[in-house]
């Protein structure tokens, strides 16, 4: 039976008893991708496709009432209850509690690795975003190099802050690979990839950052997930 969501009169549910995403292979999209292959949890992915204007459809609308990628729809959510949930470090953290898996049962490591994966919230994806925006799409044409100046600076800034933790680490983590990690992967490649900023920001020199990212890319799962919802 098709859930009772508005967002299925749009994109209809083929297998409504699995976990629903909806989403593109973005930065942002692909932590959730990522997230569903590492913890082998049963999922229908909907290509949700941005530059068709798709996330503003009224159906997406009320699944995410901000209209971003990405979203899910859960029909065995909390005490059995569907559960309709949106911001990719929100879904990374549910899926977390609701495999038991990628993120510590310790309390004191829990909120640690919260930290990192509110650091990329809040710091990494914005910043990385805006030297995409100046570097290689409609800013790029601006005379004024000033924007794109800053965002680089902070963007380097920030993958110091991310070399020196990796130093002696295997993961943000330590020894475990976490939805910390999950969350930096697609920005850290995008950045030097499809945003063409390698250079920019100085990549090569942060080594520790380089191995982590190759150490990530390397894993099936995150190979996996980085086509979900890929056209």
Do not use: C
Not at 43 to 53: G, K, L, Q, S, V
Not at 94 to 106: E, H, I, S, V
Not at 127 to 142: I, P
Request: hydrophobic share 40%; charged share 20%; glycine share 10%.
């Amino acid at each position: 039976m098709t859930p009772d969501h508005p967002i299925f009169s749009r994109w209809p549910a083929r297998h409504p008893d699995r976990l629903q995403l909806f989403s593109l292979p973005t930065p942002n999209g692909v932590k959730v991708g990522i997230m569903l292959e590492e913890t082998g949890l049963a999922y229908e992915p909907h290509r949700i496709d941005i530059t068709a204007n798709e996330s503003h459809d009224p159906a997406f609308l009320s699944l995410n009432p901000n209209g971003k990628i990405p979203a899910i729809y859960d029909p065995d959510g909390p005490g059995g209850r569907p559960l309709a949930l949106f911001e990719s470090g929100a879904i990374l953290i549910y899926l977390a509690d609701k495999t038991g898996k990628f993120l510590p049962a310790d309390p004191g490591a829990r909120y640690e690795t919260i930290q990192w994966l509110m650091w990329q919230m809040g710091g990494v994806g914005p910043m990385f975003g805006q030297v995409g925006f100046f570097n290689k799409f409609a800013g790029k044409a601006y005379e004024d190099k000033r924007p794109l100046q800053r965002y680089a600076n902070e963007s380097a800034r920030l993958l110091g802050v991310l070399d020196q933790r990796l130093a002696g680490r295997d993961w943000v983590m330590g020894a475990d690979y976490t939805i910390a990690d999950m969350s930096l992967l697609g920005w850290v490649r995008n950045l030097i990839t499809f945003y063409e900023a390698r250079e920019l920001v100085g990549f090569d020199r942060f080594l520790h950052v380089r191995a982590w990212l190759d150490r990530g890319l390397a894993r099936p799962a995150v190979q996996r997930g980085l086509q979900v919802t890929a056209a």
